[in-house]
């Protein structure tokens, strides 16, 4: 597990609820905050180095993506299998995958970003 302090995840769904707050579309503005907690979860947790989180909205469309910086990641994470109902890890990527209208993974020199969108209106 790495080091970085997991109290900055719900100080960036703070953030992106205060970004969205007049963003037409309430429901994905809820499906945002989730899918940013498991980016960013995923990313504190699996490195030492922390991570950025941007998050652009343009033509009605939010766009946020969280870099890592580790190095010599030698392929980008897969979403894993389905999960035991009871378990609680693996399931960042699925749900991404899911709830996402849109999603990647961008190998970077040193790291990665893995990004999703959602469709909406703007305010």
Not at 32 to 59: C, P, Q, R
Not at 94 to 109: E, K, M, N, T, Y
Request: zero cysteines; charged letters at 25%.
């Amino acid at each position: 597990m790495g080091g970085a302090d997991l109290a900055a995840v719900p100080e960036v769904r703070h953030a992106l609820r205060e970004m969205l707050r007049h963003w037409q579309e309430k429901d994905s503005a809820a499906v945002a905050e989730l899918l940013i907690s498991e980016l960013v979860t995923n990313a504190l947790v699996h490195t030492d180095d922390g991570a950025v989180v941007t998050a652009t909205i343009a033509d009605s469309r939010l766009r946020v993506e969280v870099r890592d910086f580790v190095a010599g990641v030698p392929a980008p994470p897969a979403p894993e299998r389905p999960v035991p109902d009871d378990a609680t890890h693996g399931r960042g990527l699925a749900l991404v995958r899911s709830l996402a209208d849109d999603w990647g993974i961008r190998a970077r020199p040193v790291g990665k970003v893995v990004w999703f969108e959602l469709n909406g209106e703007a305010a």
